[in-house]
């Protein structure tokens, strides 16, 4: 079973861009069959997709957030990133990567996640 | 407002059966599938239901999905203490992306 595990600061101020990565092991990002991708949940709400990409670049997007996000792959030490420009207080939420399936017919449904990251923004 | 409609709150019996809706239309689960997720509070989803009625591997088959038009419902068989946890429903909009419902809190009595 792959394992996901987040990493970055948990703190950022506003107007400040937000990086997180996702370190991988169990699965190759090179995988053909995943996507791999970031959903966030600001506390008690609901779950918000960001973006996924493939191990080729090929991305999807939240419209929502497109012009804010960059997503990144970097196969040489099995890792996807996501960075978030001009944060408010509105982003901060728990950040979680995870692996798409595309046997399950969507470019945003995880069937495996990280643990989630907190990240605040706030001054 | 969630383009997709959760009640937020269910809830039942140890060994009652329980159902979930997930209201939408039809640019979200009336175009494609539906999934479904159970969290628990401070933990990751977990993924139960794909392409409306499909379980991963390891899900109980006391889980189980449903659609019709544009509307889904997830159901809870023989109801046990650790099935209380938020429920997602999501779907993929054509006009928004991937949407996920508000959620709903499943309390186990």
């Known amino acids: 079973q792959p394992q996901l595990q987040e990493s970055g600061p948990g703190l950022v101020k506003p107007s400040e861009t937000l990086s997180l990565s996702c370190t991988v092991s169990?699965?190759?990002?090179?995988?053909?069959?995943?996507?791999w991708g970031w959903v966030r949940q600001p506390p008690g709400k609901r779950l918000e997709w960001i973006g996924s990409?493939?191990?080729?670049?090929?991305?999807y997007h939240n419209p929502s957030l497109k012009s804010r996000v960059t997503l990144s792959v970097d196969m040489s030490n099995n890792q996807f990133s996501l960075k978030l420009t001009s944060v408010t207080a509105a982003d901060t939420a728990i950040y979680f990567c995870g692996r798409v399936n595309i046997e399950y017919s969507s470019s945003f449904i995880f069937d495996y996640w990280g643990r989630g990251a907190l990240v605040t923004v706030s001054p | 407002q969630s383009v997709l409609t959760q009640p937020p709150s269910a809830s039942g019996t140890p060994g009652q059966r329980v159902t979930i809706s997930c209201s939408g239309s039809?640019?979200?689960?009336?175009?494609?599938?539906v999934y479904w997720y159970q969290q628990v509070p401070g933990t990751a989803p977990r993924l139960l239901i794909y392409?409306?009625?499909e379980r991963p591997s390891g899900v109980p088959d006391r889980f189980s999905g449903s659609k019709s038009g544009t509307s889904a419902s997830l159901a809870i068989n023989g109801l046990r203490s650790e099935d209380e946890a938020d429920y997602y429903c999501a779907a993929w909009d054509v006009r928004l992306s991937g949407v996920f419902g508000g959620g709903t809190r499943l309390t186990v009595l």
């Open positions: 039809s640019s979200n689960i009336g175009e494609g599938y």
């Open positions: 392409r409306d009625t």
């Open positions: 169990g699965n190759s990002i090179r995988d053909s069959s995943f996507y």
């Open positions: 990409i493939y191990y080729s670049g090929n991305t």
